[in-house]
Nanobody
Framework: ELQLVESGGGSVQTGGSLKLSCSTS???????MGWFRQVPGKEREWVAS???????TYADSVKGRFTISVDNAKNTLYLQMNSLKPEDSAMYYC??????????????????WGPGTRVTVSS
Protein backbone atom coordinates (compact mmCIF):
# COMPACT_ATOMS: atom_id res chain seq x y z
CA GLU A 1 0.00 0.00 0.00
CA LEU A 2 1.02 3.56 -0.60
CA GLN A 3 2.58 5.68 2.10
CA LEU A 4 2.32 9.40 1.48
CA VAL A 5 3.98 12.37 3.12
CA GLU A 6 3.26 15.93 2.05
CA SER A 7 5.67 18.81 2.50
CA GLY A 8 6.52 22.24 1.17
CA GLY A 9 3.73 24.30 2.64
CA GLY A 10 4.23 27.64 4.28
CA SER A 11 3.00 31.17 4.65
CA VAL A 12 3.20 33.60 1.74
CA GLN A 13 1.65 36.84 0.62
CA THR A 14 -0.88 37.11 -2.16
CA GLY A 15 0.83 36.55 -5.48
CA GLY A 16 3.57 34.41 -4.00
CA SER A 17 4.57 30.88 -4.90
CA LEU A 18 5.06 27.56 -3.17
CA LYS A 19 5.98 24.10 -4.39
CA LEU A 20 4.45 21.18 -2.58
CA SER A 21 5.89 17.69 -2.61
CA CYS A 22 4.27 14.34 -1.98
CA SER A 23 6.77 11.60 -1.33
CA THR A 24 5.41 8.12 -1.89
CA SER A 25 6.45 4.53 -1.45
CA UNK A 26 6.01 3.97 -5.18
CA UNK A 27 3.41 4.12 -7.90
CA UNK A 28 3.14 0.46 -8.83
CA UNK A 29 -0.50 -0.38 -9.30
CA UNK A 30 -1.50 3.27 -9.05
CA UNK A 31 -3.16 4.81 -12.10
CA UNK A 32 -3.52 8.38 -10.95
CA MET A 33 -2.45 10.77 -8.21
CA GLY A 34 -4.09 13.95 -7.08
CA TRP A 35 -3.81 16.93 -4.80
CA PHE A 36 -6.65 17.90 -2.50
CA ARG A 37 -7.18 20.68 -0.01
CA GLN A 38 -9.39 21.27 2.97
CA VAL A 39 -10.30 24.06 5.35
CA PRO A 40 -11.97 23.52 8.73
CA GLY A 41 -15.68 22.88 8.49
CA LYS A 42 -15.66 22.13 4.78
CA GLU A 43 -15.28 19.02 2.69
CA ARG A 44 -11.99 18.14 1.12
CA GLU A 45 -11.87 19.36 -2.46
CA TRP A 46 -9.97 18.19 -5.48
CA VAL A 47 -7.30 20.54 -6.83
CA ALA A 48 -5.36 18.72 -9.54
CA SER A 49 -4.39 15.24 -10.68
CA UNK A 50 -2.31 13.27 -13.15
CA UNK A 51 -3.08 9.89 -14.64
CA UNK A 52 -0.66 7.08 -15.42
CA UNK A 53 0.36 8.80 -18.65
CA UNK A 54 1.07 12.07 -16.80
CA UNK A 55 -2.00 13.71 -18.27
CA UNK A 56 -2.86 16.62 -15.96
CA THR A 57 -6.22 18.01 -15.02
CA TYR A 58 -7.02 20.98 -12.79
CA ALA A 59 -9.88 22.44 -10.88
CA ASP A 60 -11.18 25.61 -12.48
CA SER A 61 -10.13 27.59 -9.43
CA VAL A 62 -6.43 26.84 -10.00
CA LYS A 63 -6.12 26.54 -13.78
CA GLY A 64 -3.32 28.68 -15.12
CA ARG A 65 -1.76 29.08 -11.68
CA PHE A 66 -0.95 25.56 -10.47
CA THR A 67 1.06 22.85 -12.18
CA ILE A 68 1.01 19.22 -11.13
CA SER A 69 3.89 16.95 -12.07
CA VAL A 70 5.50 13.64 -11.20
CA ASP A 71 9.11 12.60 -10.82
CA ASN A 72 8.97 8.86 -11.33
CA ALA A 73 12.60 8.35 -10.39
CA LYS A 74 11.94 9.89 -6.98
CA ASN A 75 8.41 8.52 -6.59
CA THR A 76 7.35 12.06 -5.83
CA LEU A 77 4.35 14.12 -6.82
CA TYR A 78 4.61 17.90 -6.98
CA LEU A 79 2.30 20.86 -7.07
CA GLN A 80 3.83 24.14 -8.17
CA MET A 81 1.55 26.93 -6.99
CA ASN A 82 1.97 30.40 -8.44
CA SER A 83 -0.04 33.59 -8.09
CA LEU A 84 -1.41 32.37 -4.79
CA LYS A 85 -4.60 33.86 -3.44
CA PRO A 86 -6.01 33.93 0.10
CA GLU A 87 -8.67 31.45 -0.97
CA ASP A 88 -5.90 28.94 -1.67
CA SER A 89 -5.19 28.77 2.06
CA ALA A 90 -5.85 25.23 3.25
CA MET A 91 -4.30 21.98 4.31
CA TYR A 92 -3.07 20.22 1.19
CA TYR A 93 -3.05 16.46 0.79
CA CYS A 94 -2.12 13.99 -1.89
CA UNK A 95 -3.89 10.73 -2.64
CA UNK A 96 -4.28 8.09 -5.37
CA UNK A 97 -7.54 9.67 -6.46
CA UNK A 98 -8.23 11.73 -9.54
CA UNK A 99 -10.59 14.46 -10.57
CA UNK A 100 -12.32 16.21 -12.01
CA UNK A 101 -15.20 14.48 -10.26
CA UNK A 102 -14.22 12.83 -7.01
CA UNK A 103 -17.35 12.01 -5.02
CA UNK A 104 -17.43 12.76 -1.33
CA UNK A 105 -17.97 9.06 -0.69
CA UNK A 106 -14.63 8.25 -2.28
CA UNK A 107 -12.87 10.90 -0.23
CA UNK A 108 -14.50 9.63 2.94
CA UNK A 109 -13.77 5.97 2.21
CA UNK A 110 -10.12 6.56 1.41
CA UNK A 111 -8.10 5.89 4.54
CA UNK A 112 -4.56 6.61 3.40
CA TRP A 113 -4.40 10.38 3.85
CA GLY A 114 -1.00 11.67 4.84
CA PRO A 115 -0.34 14.39 7.43
CA GLY A 116 -0.92 17.15 4.90
CA THR A 117 0.96 20.41 4.59
CA ARG A 118 -0.48 23.80 5.43
CA VAL A 119 -0.59 26.67 2.97
CA THR A 120 -1.44 30.12 4.24
CA VAL A 121 -1.79 33.06 1.88
CA SER A 122 -2.20 36.48 3.41
CA SER A 123 -4.17 39.21 1.70
Amino acid sequence: ELQLVESGGGSVQTGGSLKLSCSTSGYYGVFCMGWFRQVPGKEREWVASVDSTSWPTYADSVKGRFTISVDNAKNTLYLQMNSLKPEDSAMYYCAPLCGPHVPASALNEYDGWGPGTRVTVSS
